[in-house]
């Protein structure tokens, strides 16, 4: 650990007012996603569930990519006094301010759902990502009226606080784990191995049991047993504290859902699935067994005496 990154970590246990506000700010955003089936599906899209991992981070290197390119083109320009390099530069800089709108729209809706303890850098991010944004517009709009200079001058400032808040998105996922996979990591069994007595676990009631020495949340419905991994893979929740409907788990702290039957993501924020087990009931005990290759076909319950 560096002695920046120890800096940087108490300035931001410092700015609990920003987390505080970016905290209530999120909500807001987070419960107009949850607000109907489609306005969830839409924040699935911009989260990247269907990518299997975050989005966001694809876009940015586009834009990024546009405007760090379009600074060098500036500079070329200015050093030969080329009017074809500073046009190269403002196309660049036009083709990274368009690209930043999808940026922001998938960072906006990561942020709805951050994980608590990187409230105040995710809140940050998104400020300066704000501000430069208000610096490439004025740039695109300079360089549109023929005041190529000015536009530099705008576009400079805003490409040094883009690498600033390019460097706290990279302390957002590799000190704060955003959009990484927090899911536990199982060896794969050979055999079924017995986690509980079936007496012990009643219809729709979740139980959390230990298994390789990590969570699996085990829940029975109907003639199912259902088993997947307890800690959710968005920020690490406990889904056996979760709400259960149609054969899936929401997870208590962001809502993501899980298919309980493979693990799969259902909804987002979660982009990478939960481990999937295999279940059933032998001879009065649940038995659990890891899916090869995240394929889960169904064990062969037998529960119904123990109804
Ligand atoms: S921890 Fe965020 S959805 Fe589960």
């Not at 949850?34 to 924040?43: F, K, N, P």
């Not at 699996?216 to 056996?240: D, F, K, Q």
């Not at 259902?266 to 659990?288: L, N």
């Amino acid at each position: 650990v560096s002695l920046l990154d120890i800096e940087t970590e108490k300035a931001m246990e410092q700015l609990t007012p920003v987390a505080d506000a970016g905290t209530k700010v999120s909500l807001v955003i987070h419960d107009v996603f949850l607000s109907s089936e489609g306005t969830r599906y839409i924040a699935d899209f911009l989260h990247g569930t269907w990518l299997g991992h975050p989005l966001h981070p694809v876009l940015t290197d586009i834009t990024i990519g546009a405007w760090a390119m379009a600074g060098i083109f500036d500079a070329a320009g200015a050093i030969t006094d080329s009017d074809e390099l500073r046009k190269v530069g403002d196309h660049l800089t036009t083709a990274g301010t368009i690209s930043a709108i999808p940026t922001a729209i998938t960072g906006l809706t990561d942020y709805s759902t951050f994980p608590e303890p990187s409230a105040a850098p995710a809140t940050l991010h998104a400020m300066l990502n704000t501000i430069n944004f208000g610096f490439y517009i004025a740039s695109v709009r300079a360089r549109r009226r023929g005041d190529h200079s000015r536009g530099v001058l705008y576009s400079t400032i805003g490409l040094g606080l883009t690498a600033v808040s390019a460097w706290l998105g990279g302390k957002l996922v590799y000190t704060y784990k955003v959009g990484v996979d927090h899911s536990d990591k199982f060896e794969k069994p050979e055999r079924w191995t017995t986690v509980l007595d079936a007496s012990s676990l009643p219809m729709r009631t979740p139980k959390r049991v230990e298994y390789d020495g990590k969570p699996v949340l085990i829940y029975r419905e109907g003639a199912e047993v259902y088993a997947i991994g307890a800690t959710c893979s968005h920020a690490g929740g406990p889904l056996n504290e979760g709400k259960f409907s149609r054969g899936c788990v929401e997870c208590p702290w962001h809502q993501s859902v899980f298919n309980l039957e493979n693990g799969h993501v259902v909804h987002g924020p979660a982009t990478h699935p939960q481990p999937g087990f295999e279940a059933r009931i032998e001879s009065g005990k649940v038995q659990i067994r890891l899916c090869k290759d995240r394929e889960c076909r169904k064990g062969n319950p037998e529960g119904n005496e123990y109804h």
